[in-house]
């Protein structure tokens, strides 16, 4: 148990246009989803938090009207990178925790380009 | 939220055991240690976690020394498959929140 799956696992855009990846659970409730951007051959950096039914928690640094993340279900968040960049390019990671447990499982993450 | 420090890369060969040592001088009372193993475009992956002294599962041995400022990851007779970068992570098990280090890149040769 404990499944985390994200859609798309690859996609490639066109600067100026707006991207969403979802990351569910499949086998769980997720009381907790996380998102996280990997550059190339650098570490995971938490960009917010989101707990579902409430707003997310955004990292300091990260604009949360340019990544805009929706907890709508115990199963399913959303992150939409708005007028998306070429800097904006990189793999972008979620992971959920189950109640009352807080470790953390990982979806296979979803490589973003922007022509 | 602790700060770690791991060796940016290791090298070994099939077979052999792998030791990688993670330092968290400032380990809080209620923090964790808990490592990820991660391959490349892939999600992390959860190996151990451990509070103090030693933990064993079926891949992995964590020990922790009784000032719990160090922690060695222990991967015996590693095989070409454990080429990955490896995450040591330290914090409040009642927070959620993981803060990534660098990692360890362990290169496997045959």
């Known amino acids: 148990g404990a499944v985390v799956s994200q859609h798309p696992s690859r996609v490639i855009c066109k600067s100026g246009t707006s991207v969403k990846i979802e990351c569910r659970s499949l086998d769980f409730q997720a009381t907790t989803m996380f998102w996280y951007r990997q550059f190339p051959k650098q570490s995971l950096m938490l960009m917010a938090t989101?707990?579902?039914?409430?707003?997310?928690?955004?990292e300091q640094g990260v604009e949360k009207d340019k990544f805009l993340i929706n907890h709508a279900s115990l199963t399913l968040s959303t992150l939409t990178v708005t007028s998306a960049h070429p800097e904006d390019s990189s793999f972008y990671i979620c992971?959920?925790?189950?109640?009352?447990?807080?470790?953390?499982?990982f979806g296979p993450g979803t490589r973003l380009t922007v022509l | 939220l602790a700060k770690t420090t791991q060796p940016i890369s290791m090298d070994s060969y099939e077979g052999q055991e792998v030791n990688i040592t993670c330092s968290h001088n400032?380990?809080?009372?209620?923090?964790?240690i808990t490592w990820y193993q991660q391959f490349p475009s892939q999600g992390p992956r959860f190996i151990i976690q451990g509070y103090k002294t030693k933990v064993t599962n079926e891949v992995a041995s964590l020990f922790i020394p009784a000032d719990r400022k160090s922690s060695t990851l222990s991967l015996p007779r590693v095989s070409l498959s454990d080429t990955a970068v490896y995450y040591c992570l330290v914090g409040d098990y009642n927070t959620d929140k993981l803060i990534f280090g660098t990692g360890t890149r362990l290169q496997v040769f045959p």
């Open positions: 992971s959920a925790t189950k109640d009352g447990d807080n470790e953390q499982f």
């Open positions: 400032n380990i809080a009372t209620n923090d964790y």
């Open positions: 989101s707990n579902e039914g409430s707003k997310a928690t955004y």
